[in-house]
């Protein structure tokens, strides 16, 4: 199994597939999932000749179940002890979700000299909760409601939620694929509760409007308009206008887990934009 042993001793499990010399795709998932979620896009990629890499996030899959450090600082921090160990450089990085603000926070703090692009798929950032700067924002209780269900009953909660809104399965007509359903509720249960329980704080609260305004590589954001996770008016309409080189695309009726129901058509985009 292919880890690193950060600074702080929590070890890190991460994907390395594809040749060492091509370009290196480093993929950041969401909450509360693991590198496996980036799959079908890792396998997509290397059969097109690139290097991609993926890790669990710390108390998230496979990596160390550590009770600190929940918090996109530490979250970048070990993105970044990922790409010092491999020597990536020239990189794409690709967020979606919580991993969209990891990838952001990596990239405007630890990606000088290191990365090509980025691109945010469904990402947090700005930022989600409502404050008095963020008006457009979700009430607080929308993610405590999120911590209560997942302390009373993690496996019930989970189900539910890949089950219903985050592939848009409870959307009118919808054809939810059970085997995706239990695919993500696996990787959520492989990682630790309290990580996770954390984990809705630093995806949640977290500005990282400054992080926006610093990053000057090309920047991809993509969303769908039906997204009930993240919803598209406080988050990619607003981290396009932050970022310096960012092109928006927005994708009528398309879920949160957009890459995963509708990954030929994220795909072919996201080789568009690298290849671009």
């Not at 600082?73 to 991993?99: F, Q």
């Not at 809705?200 to 954001?221: C, G, N, Q, R």
């Not at 994708?251 to 994220?266: I, L, Q, S």
Request: glycine fraction near 10%; charged fraction near 20%; include cysteine.
């Amino acid at each position: 199994m292919n880890t690193i042993t950060t600074k702080e001793g929590n070890q890190i499990y991460f994907k390395d597939w594809g040749p060492r010399n091509a370009q290196p795709i480093v993929f950041h998932h969401g909450w509360p999932l693991s590198s496996d979620d980036w799959d079908a896009q890792m396998l997509y990629f290397v059969g097109k000749g690139y290097r991609v890499v993926a890790h669990d996030r710390r108390g998230h899959g496979r990596s160390s179940q550590v009770s600190d450090g929940h918090d996109m600082d530490h979250y970048a921090a070990d993105a970044a002890a990922v790409a010092e160990h491999l020597d990536l450089r020239g990189a794409v990085h690709i967020g979606h979700s919580t991993g969209g603000g990891e990838a952001t926070r990596y990239v405007a703090r630890h990606g000088k000299g290191r990365v090509a692009k980025l691109v945010l798929i469904g990402a947090v950032p700005p930022i989600m909760v409502k404050t008095p700067a963020n008006p457009g924002g979700l009430h607080i209780e929308v993610f405590d409601s999120l911590r209560t269900q997942l302390a009373a009953n993690r496996a019930h909660f989970y189900r539910d939620f890949a089950a219903g809104p985050f592939y848009g399965y409870n959307r009118p007509g919808a054809k939810a694929s059970q085997a995706v359903i239990d695919n993500w509720w696996r990787q959520a249960m492989m990682g630790g509760a309290s990580a996770q329980y954390d984990g809705i704080k630093a995806f949640s609260e977290t500005d990282f409007t400054e992080d926006l305004k610093s990053i000057d590589v090309p920047t991809l954001v993509m969303h769908g308009d039906d997204d009930q996770i993240v919803p598209i008016a406080d988050s990619a309409l607003l981290s396009a206008k932050l970022l310096k080189k960012s092109v928006l695309k927005i994708y009528e009726k398309f879920p949160h887990g957009m890459c995963t129901t509708h990954a030929d058509v994220v795909n072919a985009e996201l080789l568009a934009f690298v290849k671009g």
